[in-house]
């Protein structure tokens, strides 16, 4: 039975996407043998790297002012590994924190370097990005990193904050390509694959060339960004799968018709949900203030614990999967990546008002 996945990561791929990799699996273009068995420098999978950066770069709009390389480690990785290149003794990093991820990203740079919190919406338990306004930044920041979604809160940077001449890094492990933006504005950008663009196993990193040029150098070469770029992502052997996959899924997003078409989709599929809950007479109650609500992932509460569980349970007996909340907020999660269908989502708004009709 094909079920409505709602799952937060790893996360829901396009059918198409699948459709190919099992067409290709056992015979990739003729070879005899499938991608996971070849050379990552044989033609076959150098075609499939430079494609996957090249597809990047064009749905985002960039020159050859970026690169975009290809790891591992995840997103967790980046965060000690942007302390590492870019925060030397006697600099200042600054982080803006508008949810769980933001603090962890926080607390690996503490470990290496000094930090500044130039503003925080933990007060209020992250229902909210803060004003422009209400960032305070160090006098000479080497960074500034925001997360533009926080997967777990469901808490979403409505427009993103440009700050000039400010080097900005952003954690868009959950929302990238979700949308268009102007990512010239951004230093770097980090985003794991499992959430909106792939399969877990590989990171992304949308680097600017400039920026890149201010890497420490005497980082062990596997750590250093440098690394990655002088070797075109193929410096060790590389996620190989997991890149293939990656480009299967940006030429879906590319076949849909880029950035505007996909950012369309899911406005639609948000305002769906949000609309079910803003209409249920309070019976669900989203988490996130709604100028910073989340079109990736929809958190909110019912009026007990007990008929959250009933609601997780209940949802899963009739096919709409991985709903239940991060296990550190508790409540309901409704991850409505790129790939999910809109049909899913409205199968859920009919779970959603079938269930308050019920239980309200
Ligand atoms: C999932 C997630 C992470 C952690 O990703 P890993 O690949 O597990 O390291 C970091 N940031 C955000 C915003 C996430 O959604």
Not at 126 to 142: E, G, N, Q
Not at 156 to 181: H, K
Not at 194 to 202: R, S, T
Not at 221 to 243: D, H, R
Request: hydrophobic share 45%; net charge negative; charged share 20%.
């Amino acid at each position: 039975m094909a079920v409505h996945n709602f799952n937060a990561g790893p996360a829901v791929l396009p059918r198409a996407v699948l459709e190919q990799a099992q067409a290709e699996l056992l015979d990739y273009k003729g070879r005899g043998m499938s991608i996971l068995e070849m050379s990552h420098r044989s033609k076959e999978y150098e075609a499939v790297n430079n494609s996957a950066e090249a597809r990047f770069k064009a749905l985002l709009g960039l020159d050859s002012d970026y690169r975009v390389l290809f790891m591992q480690g995840g997103a967790s990785a980046q965060f000690a590994l942007i302390a590492l290149n870019f925060l030397p003794p006697g600099a200042v990093a600054d982080y803006v924190l508008t949810g769980s991820w933001g603090e962890k990203a926080l607390e690996e740079a503490k470990r290496i370097g000094e930090t500044h919190v130039a503003a925080t919406t933990a007060e209020g338990g992250f229902t909210a990005v803060p004003a422009l306004t209400d960032l305070r930044l160090s006098d000479h920041p080497v960074y500034v990193h925001i997360t533009s979604n926080e997967t777990i809160q469901g808490v979403q940077w409505a427009s993103l904050p440009d700050l000039g001449t400010v080097p900005l890094i952003a954690d868009m492990s959950s929302d990238i390509l979700s949308r268009p933006f102007d990512a010239t504005k951004f230093a770097l950008i980090y985003a794991g694959a499992q959430k909106n663009i792939g399969p877990a196993g590989v990171t992304a990193v949308i680097m600017r060339q400039s920026f890149l040029e201010r890497a420490q150098a005497d980082e062990p070469a596997i750590f250093n960004y440098k690394t990655y770029a002088k070797n075109n992502s193929l410096y060790n052997t590389p996620p190989v799968y997991a890149v293939y996959l990656l480009d299967l899924v940006l030429g879906w997003i590319e076949g849909l018709g880029g950035l505007p078409a996909i950012a369309q989709r899911n406005t639609r599929k948000a305002a769906l949900i949000y609309g079910a809950i803003d209409g249920s007479g309070g019976f669900y109650r989203g988490h996130a203030e709604v100028g910073s609500r989340s079109q990736m992932n929809v958190t909110f509460r019912l009026p007990s614990e007990a008929l959250e569980k009933q609601f997780v349970s209940e949802a899963q007996a009739q096919g709409l999967v991985g709903l239940a909340g991060h296990r550190s907020v508790g409540g309901i999660r409704a991850s409505i990546y790129n790939a999910l269908e809109e049909e899913s989502v409205a199968t859920l708004v009919a779970f959603s008002a079938e269930f308050a009709r019920k239980n309200g």
